[in-house]
């Protein structure tokens, strides 16, 4: 009679054998049926032997270069053992880069797999107000904020409020050394919102006080003044 190799997930049949030790194949379909002595079947054993799955996994560069590459069993977990992953900016490109891990995320073997490298686009950002002092999201840094290694994108939508000095009031707004067009609270501070987040395009705003002028008008009882 017949008989079918079912393997488990993740594993593949080599084939049918005669001998334990599977060194006598008999056969590399899945389905066996042993030959008939004459008109009969003589009592025998017959084994199926079984493989873990291996898959080609890859890794590579952002810009398809690759790094290292392999075949890797089933159910394994993916590891690259290179050198960090480097991305040298383009002619002309503000940013730096930093390696940020691996697209898509990492997982176990199932199949063959590319991972990527992804960096993060990095510069270095301050904003300065000459008299009065900056708030970042709300907490109070100084009248200088530095972010060292700033992400190109990060921090979507966060405020830097430039609240000058009592008897100042702002007098100019700057980015990269091009006046703005901004808008004052009621207070008097500045608000910038990092509407695309944080970009080399905004690495440097400066916010010019001036002291505001009082003209004190002092009438005599005479009326003159």
């Known amino acids: 009679p017949a008989s079918t190799a079912v393997p488990d997930e993740g594993y593949h049949l080599v084939g049918w054998y005669a ?3 599977c060194t006598d194949l008999l056969s590399t379909n899945a389905t066996f049926t042993p030959a008939k ?11 199926a032997k079984f493989e873990i799955n291996t898959y080609k996994i890859t890794f590579q560069n952002e810009d398809g270069t690759e790094l290292q590459s392999g075949m890797m069993e089933y159910g394994a977990m993916p590891v690259y053992n290179g050198a960090t992953p ?16 691996w697209t898509p995320e990492i997982q176990v ?16 950002f301050k904003g300065t107000i000459d008299h009065g ?7 109070s840094v100084s009248n200088v904020l530095v972010r060292n290694d700033a992400v190109k994108g990060s921090d979507v939508g966060r405020q830097m409020t430039f609240k000058p000095e009592a008897g100042y009031q702002i007098k100019k707004v700057s980015i990269n050394g091009v006046g703005q067009t901004v808008t004052l609270e009621s207070d008097g501070s500045y608000i910038h919102t990092f509407e695309q987040g944080m970009r080399a395009e905004e690495k440097l705003i400066e916010v010019e006080t001036e002291q505001i002028e009082v003209v004190i008008n002092i009438q005599f009882t005479d009326g003159t003044n």
């Open 37 to 47: 002595n004459g008109t009969v079947w003589e009592a025998a054993t017959y084994y």
């Open 19 to 21: 001998d334990e030790e």
């Open 109 to 124: 073997v199932t199949g063959e797999a590319v991972y990527q490298a992804t960096y993060d686009a990095l510069f270095d």
């Open 133 to 139: 002092t900056i708030s970042y999201d709300g907490v």
């Open 86 to 101: 480097t991305k040298a900016p383009a002619e002309n490109d503000p940013y730096t880069y930093r390696f940020a891990g």
